[in-house]
Every structure is written in structure tokens, then in C-alpha cells.
């Protein structure tokens, strides 16, 4: 049990600096970027496309930003559906620095940045004529990662102290999912396996909904899972594609809509559970 925990400890600290480097990147970007600025990223044609684009950025900012902007109906249905199907949390982070598979990063971005902009398409075509509310004169819209409120702290604060908070708490979802796995491994090992070879047309299921959690938790037990190949790349497809980050939060903190809210959460269940068998398909299929 002993050795358990240390390769658990050891695995994740290995990757404790690289996450520390990418948050303080990721923060000073989202600190000089304000998407509310400009009206036609917010409901032009190509918001679904741009709203794909900046969700793939490894970080829950930006489905805050969305989800803000969303309830203040400045953006469509289409267009923060995007963004949340394309938003990934730690997962992007983890993968690239896991080893080997690093290389699952490149197909992944393609099919999340795939299925968020044709989802964001489809659902702006069906509420065409959602109504839509104006910003007011000097008014902005910020999103910061995982939704704390930060903006106005001093650059020391904004750039060493919140990253090193967000990469801690990451390290400490990382580290209990890790000794998880490995206790798992260590007690169970064969019913694993054999969970593994005759429940891969469940795992989309279980990782879609286990992505609807909205926490940085959820992405990094799903992307962990697929690391240690506990579950195939469909299921962290579906996993992954659910995933919203804390967008759901922000969504139903009033309360006021929450019919709405739930119908996008079943939205985005049931499209990453189709995401995740499509690419289960195609990858049993090229086997």
C-alpha cells in the first residue's frame, strides 16, 4: 500500500511544475481578454465558430464568460453551447504532460472543436429568432478561471498566487484520483480488465455523465482515466465534450431559469454520449 502512495505522489508532482507554468500563461491571456467588447464576436455568424475556438483554451474561464454573458441574453443558444462543448478544463493540461498520451491531445481538440461548432450551428439555426438583449454603455463581461472574481488584484496576486492556488487544487484532485486508480489496481485488478474488454459501449455513458459534474475534478478523473486506460478515447470524448466547467454554475445560481438550464444540460449529455460512440465507432473501425 505503501509503494502505492508513493507512485501516486511521485506521478503527480512530475506534473505539478507544468501546470503551474500553464496557469500563470493561461491567466495573463484571460486578464487581456475581453470578448464583450466586440458585438459581432457576440451574435455574428462566426460566433459559434470563435465561441469553439476560445473554449478549447484549457481553462473554465471563458464557459463562465459565456454563461454570464448567456444570462444577460447577449449571446444565443447556439453560441454557448459551443463554448461549453469546446471548454476541457485541466484535460488538454494533463495530456500533454502525461508521456505518450500527449498524442491524444491533436484528435481530441479535433473533435471537440468539431462537434461545438456544428452543435453551435444547429442550435442558432433552430433559435433564429431568440431574442437578444444590448450591453449597456461602458459595461464588460469577464469570466476568470474557475469564476473566481480577480481582475482588479495586483499583478503578483493575478500571475503567481492564483495559479499556484489553481495548480495546488489541481494537484490535489490529481493526487486522490491517482491513489484511487492505484488502490484499485491493487486490490481489483482483474475485474478492471475484465470490466474494461466487455464495457466499452458503457463507458460513453458513465464519462458523459460524470463530465456533467461541474468541477475541475470531473475533467481530470475522466483524462486520468483514459491516461491509466481505464476507459477508451470515445468515452474521454464524452467525458470531455460534456464537460462545461463551471458554465453550469453560473447558469443556475439564480434559479429564475432553470427548465432552460436543465434542457442545455440534457443537451450536452446526449452529445457527448453521441460524440463518444462516433468516435468509439471510428476508432473500432480502424482497429
Same mark, same amino acid.
Given at each position: ?79 454557448? %453551447?459551443?463554448?461549453? #462543448?469546446?471548454? +476541457?478544463? /485541466?484535460? &488538454?493540461?494533463? *495530456? @500533454?504532460?502525461?508521456?505518450? =498520451? ?57 500571475? %503567481?498566487?492564483?495559479? #499556484?492556488?489553481? +495548480?495546488? /487544487?489541481? &494537484?490535489?484532485? *490529481? @493526487?486522490?484520483?491517482?491513489? =484511487? ?107
Amino acid at each position: 500500500m505503501g509503494e502505492v502512495l508513493l507512485d501516486a505522489l511521485i506521478d503527480s508532482a512530475k506534473v505539478f511544475p507544468f501546470l503551474f507554468l500553464m496557469y500563470v500563461l493561461i491567466e495573463f491571456l484571460e486578464h487581456r481578454t475581453n470578448v464583450s467588447r466586440n458585438k459581432n464576436l457576440l451574435r455574428g455568424r462566426l460566433a459559434p465558430l470563435l465561441g469553439s475556438a476560445v473554449g478549447l483554451i484549457p481553462q473554465c474561464g471563458f464557459s463562465v464568460m459565456a454563461a454570464k454573458l448567456y444570462d444577460k441574453k447577449l449571446i444565443r443558444t447556439g453560441t454557448v %453551447l459551443a463554448v461549453f #462543448l469546446a471548454t +476541457s478544463d /485541466e484535460a &488538454f493540461i494533463l *495530456l @500533454l504532460s502525461s508521456g505518450p =498520451a500527449a498524442a491524444a491531445v491533436a484528435p481530441l481538440i479535433v473533435v471537440k472543436f468539431a462537434v461545438a461548432v456544428g452543435i453551435g450551428y444547429l442550435a442558432n439555426a433552430l433559435t433564429r429568432r431568440e431574442a437578444l438583449s444590448e450591453l449597456g454603455e461602458g459595461e464588460e463581461v469577464h469570466g476568470t478561471p474557475c469564476g473566481h472574481d480577480h481582475e482588479h488584484d495586483k499583478p503578483v496576486k493575478q500571475y %503567481l498566487v492564483h495559479p #499556484l492556488l489553481h +495548480s495546488l /487544487e489541481v &494537484f490535489a484532485y *490529481l @493526487l486522490a484520483v491517482n491513489v =484511487a486508480f492505484g488502490i484499485a489496481m491493487h486490490f481489483a485488478a482483474d475485474a478492471i480488465t475484465g470490466f474494461l474488454q466487455s464495457g466499452t459501449w458503457y463507458q460513453p455513458l458513465i464519462a458523459a455523465a460524470v463530465g456533467l459534474i461541474p468541477n475541475c475534478a470531473s475533467s481530470v478523473l475522466i483524462t486520468q482515466a483514459y491516461i491509466g486506460g481505464y476507459i477508451t478515447f470515445g468515452a474521454c470524448a464524452a467525458g470531455l465534450c460534456s464537460n462545461a466547467g463551471l458554465g453550469f454554475v453560473i447558469l443556475f445560481k439564480s434559479g429564475k431559469k432553470w427548465r432552460r438550464n436543465l434542457a442545455l444540460l440534457a443537451v450536452m449529455f446526449a452529445v457527448g454520449v453521441a460524440a463518444g460512440y462516433a468516435v468509439t465507432g471510428v476508432s473500432l473501425l480502424f482497429a
